[in-house]
């Protein structure tokens, strides 16, 4: 399998569960984000994880959690969520931090909190 | 001012029409352009990818850079219905990179 595969594609939670999105690059890539992609607006930075070392989104609430094992592998643990949460959360890989030769998109998870 | 300026449209033209996408940005330090096109309910996908001023063409496609302008365009000849998307521009820097919100453009037959 090649590129940048996320799990699960959709996803619906009450504001008291825990899950996880996950995201997995097949591509070789030291750079890992999280991406919040709601309608109607930009993309929104959420994480950047670059061979171990985080960097984050001081705006992003502490209910969204990371987890980059490896460079290869990265996660999105979430807990009580909140309507306004619910969005298109799409995983990127790049090269390096810098992002040259570009960035590579996973399909996303639309995550709907109830 | 934010960083890049990109208008969400939507874009509606018809079937082999010439369509030109643009951004503005504002940092002088972004170096590299890179235009993205995301259909509807996927991630993006990276469609084209320059680094110096001037054109670079692939297809149907042209990537436009202009520096001194702090200007980037898209163009697309022909234009199908297959072609309807959203499409974003990005710029890559250290650790965080910039997209512009994406204009949304429509081919009708």
Known sequence: ETGVTQ????????????????CE????????????????KPLELMFVYSLEERVENNSVPSRFSPE??????????LHTLQPEDSA???CASSQDRTGGGGYTFGSGTRLTVV | QKE????????????GAIVSLNCTYSNSAFQYF????QYSRKGPELLMYTYSSGNKEDGRFTAQVDKSSKYISLFIRDSQPSDSATYLCAMPGSYIPTFGR???LIVHP
């Open chain 1, 25 to 40: 690059q097949h591509l070789g890539h030291n750079a890992m984000y999280w991406y919040k992609q709601s309608a109607k």
């Open chain 1, 68 to 77: 980059c094992p490896n460079s290869s592998h990265l996660f999105l643990h």
């Open chain 1, 7 to 22: 799990t699960p594609r959709h996803l619906v939670m009450g504001m008291t569960n825990k899950k996880s999105l996950k």
């Open chain 2, 4 to 15: 890049v300026e990109q208008d969400p449209g939507p874009l509606s033209v018809p079937e």
């Open chain 1, 88 to 90: 298109l959360y799409l």
């Open chain 2, 34 to 37: 890179m235009w993205y096109r």
């Open chain 2, 102 to 104: 994406g204009t949304s």
